[in-house]
Nanobody
Framework: QVQLIESGGGLVQAGGSLGLSCTTRGRTSSTVFIGWFRQAPGKEREFVAAITWSGGIPTYADPVKGRFTISRDNAKNTVYLQMNTLKPEDTAVYYC???????????????WGQGTQVTVSS
């Protein structure tokens, strides 16, 4: 079992920045990919970014490329998502998730955090 705890959401104006953290606990030895997903009201959960737990190789969804940066600190068992140049359409609940596979579909992630709200005002 893997537990994930997100923090760092909040309210920011368009063009601003926010940083999210995801701390992992439990049986992380089988974790290959840590991903960030988001879900806006009335919309499906969508992939944002992910990173390989061992090598730190990132993958990004097209809407956030060049604006978001995912990183990890293995010593702290924490994955970060730095979000810059935020837009109102980035407003959503952001979730981190862990997977034993290299996959960007939310169906491939068995472990999820509780989510943190990000609101970008125009």
């Amino acid at each position: 079992q893997v537990q994930l705890i997100e923090s760092g959401g909040g309210l920011v104006q368009a063009g601003g920045s926010l940083g999210l953290s995801c701390t992992t606990r439990g049986r992380t030895s089988s974790t290959v990919f840590i991903g960030w997903f988001r879900q806006a009201p009335g919309k499906e959960r969508e992939f944002v970014a992910a990173i390989t737990w061992s090598g730190g190789i990132p993958t990004y969804a097209d809407p956030v490329k060049g604006r978001f940066t995912i990183s990890r600190d293995n010593a702290k068992n924490t994955v970060y998502l730095q979000m810059n140049t935020l837009k109102p359409e980035d407003t959503a609940v952001y979730y981190c998730a862990a997977s034993p596979r290299y996959i960007t579909s939310y169906a491939g992630y068995p472990y999820w955090g509780q989510g943190t709200q990000v609101t970008v005002s125009s």
